[in-house]
């Protein structure tokens, strides 16, 4: 007898003065994640990450301060990371021994911080009337200046438009590629198949993610949570397995963790009476235990074999739906009655794929 075993998938109904070193304790990041990400993106070491994030908290009080005392005269201010120290622009040179006093390094400039801001203000006003070669504009701190971004071919189109809105040796043109909004990709997200199927993404792949293959049997192109494109199932297996691998368009970036910010760290088997949790799109997140392993589900479209048996809670919409244990990825949801849950090995999906787990 068949059990009445249903699949995850839902059809939607409608679419101050310087302060001495030991004025400040060292930096103490509340987040336990930040030394190690600065260690890992910037190319820092331990102490390094720490002396940097103290000397730029002691670098953003001055800033304030001194931005206060300066008034129109302030031009701007950077930090400088290798040396650790502020850098702070003045208009008016008989300020420059105000800077000095303070600890901050000091140069002098043409143009005020207000000025470029109004500057910048000008233009967001006449956004409408840029040409679309034109893809971005903003204050460039560094060299006094406003920037402005433009496709290749097409500064002359924004030369004139820039003439037209003042002070314009205080633009310039630099060759800019047209911008893209980027959107993660995370486990648990909610993705759609056509205008009413929606599923859950599983685990970010270096292409893309993957998911349920019932999902995938509805069609081809997928939009994302936000139903902004997001790109196409490359391949899937339902039934038999319960698999698929999409790949996301370039607006779209995997990313090594669940929606609910749990890192995902690798795919190593949690045993059976393992405690497990899923984040779906419906559900959201959801814990049991591993019930059994290499089970046998028989839908009315067909058998899916190699399933783990779970008893956490699932419902419509969460198909294809991370399964962890603690930082492990484990399997994808596919199924499910009223007792049991049943998901797709992620490992067996990743080898079936070719694919490379994204870890954060």
Same mark, same amino acid.
């Given at each position: 007898?068949?059990?009445?075993?249903?699949?995850? $998938?839902?059809?939607?109904?409608?679419?101050?003065?310087?302060?001495?070193?030991?004025?400040?304790?060292?930096?103490?990041?509340?987040?336990?994640?930040?030394?190690?990400?600065?260690?890992?993106?910037?190319?820092?070491?331990?102490? *390094? $990450?720490?002396?940097?994030?103290?000397?730029?908290?002691?670098?953003?009080?001055?800033?304030?301060?001194?931005?206060?005392?300066?008034?129109?005269?302030?031009?701007?201010?950077?930090?400088?990371?290798? $040396?650790?120290?502020?850098?702070?622009?003045?208009?008016?040179?008989?300020?420059?021994?105000?800077?000095?006093?303070?600890?901050?390094?000091?140069? *002098?400039?043409?143009?005020?911080? !207000?000025?470029?801001?109004?500057?910048?203000? !000008?233009?967001?006003?006449?956004?409408?009337?840029?040409?679309?070669?034109?893809?971005?504009?903003?204050?460039?701190?560094?060299?006094?200046?406003?920037?402005?971004?433009?496709?290749?071919?097409?500064?002359?189109?924004?030369?004139?438009?820039?003439?037209?809105?003042?002070?314009?040796?205080?633009?310039?043109?630099?060759?800019?590629?047209?911008?893209?909004?980027?959107?993660?990709?995370?486990?648990?997200?909610?993705?759609?198949?056509?205008?009413?199927?929606?599923?859950?993404?599983?685990?970010?792949?270096?292409?893309?993610?993957?998911?349920?293959?019932?999902?995938?049997?509805?069609?081809?192109?997928?939009?994302?949570?936000?139903?902004?494109?997001?790109?196409?199932?490359?391949?899937?297996?339902?039934?038999?397995?319960?698999?698929?691998?999409?790949?996301?368009?370039?607006?779209?970036?995997?990313?090594?963790?669940? $929606?609910?910010?749990? !890192?995902?760290?690798?795919?190593?088997?949690?045993?059976?009476?393992?405690?497990?949790?899923?984040?779906?799109?419906?559900?959201?997140?959801?814990?049991?235990?591993?019930?059994?392993?290499? *089970?046998?589900?028989?839908?009315?479209?067909?058998?899916?074999?190699?399933?783990?048996?779970?008893?956490?809670?699932?419902?419509?919409?969460?198909?294809?739906?991370?399964?962890?244990?603690?930082? *492990?990825?484990?399997?994808?949801?596919?199924?499910?009655?009223?007792?049991?849950?049943?998901?797709?090995?992620?490992?067996?999906?990743?080898?079936?794929?070719?694919?490379?787990?994204?870890?954060?």
């Amino acid at each position: 007898m068949k059990v009445p075993i249903v699949v995850m $998938a839902i059809v939607a109904t409608a679419s101050l003065a310087a302060q001495p070193a030991d004025a400040l304790p060292s930096f103490v990041p509340l987040n336990a994640g930040l030394l190690p990400a600065m260690q890992r993106d910037l190319g820092l070491t331990h102490d *390094q $990450a720490v002396d940097e994030l103290t000397a730029s908290t002691r670098a953003s009080r001055l800033e304030q301060a001194l931005r206060s005392q300066l008034g129109d005269a302030f031009g701007g201010a950077m930090f400088r990371p290798g $040396a650790g120290r502020l850098e702070v622009a003045v208009t008016d040179p008989a300020k420059l021994g105000l800077v000095r006093a303070s600890g901050a390094d000091v140069r *002098q400039v043409r143009y005020s911080a !207000r000025q470029l801001d109004a500057m910048v203000a !000008r233009l967001n006003a006449r956004e409408a009337a840029a040409p679309r070669s034109i893809t971005s504009w903003g204050v460039d701190t560094e060299h006094n200046r406003v920037t402005v971004g433009v496709e290749p071919g097409h500064r002359a189109e924004a030369e004139r438009f820039l003439a037209q809105s003042g002070a314009p040796d205080a633009f310039v043109v630099e060759r800019a590629q047209s911008p893209r909004p980027q959107f993660g990709v995370s486990g648990g997200d909610a993705y759609y198949v056509g205008a009413n199927i929606r599923c859950s993404v599983g685990f970010a792949v270096t292409i893309g993610f993957l998911s349920a293959g019932h999902c995938a049997a509805n069609g081809r192109s997928i939009s994302g949570y936000n139903r902004e494109p997001m790109g196409y199932f490359v391949t899937y297996s339902f039934p038999g397995e319960d698999y698929s691998l999409a790949r996301v368009n370039p607006n779209w970036m995997p990313l090594g963790r669940l $929606a609910n910010g749990t !890192r995902v760290a690798g795919s190593i088997e949690a045993p059976v009476g393992a405690s497990v949790c899923k984040d779906g799109s419906t559900t959201g997140w959801t814990c049991g235990r591993i019930e059994a392993r290499n *089970q046998t589900v028989r839908y009315e479209q067909g058998e899916v074999v190699g399933a783990i048996k779970t008893d956490l809670h699932a419902g419509a919409g969460d198909s294809g739906s991370p399964l962890v244990a603690g930082n *492990q990825a484990q399997g994808l949801l596919s199924g499910g009655d009223d007792g049991s849950t049943y998901f797709y090995p992620v490992r067996a999906a990743l080898f079936a794929t070719g694919s490379t787990l994204v870890t954060g």
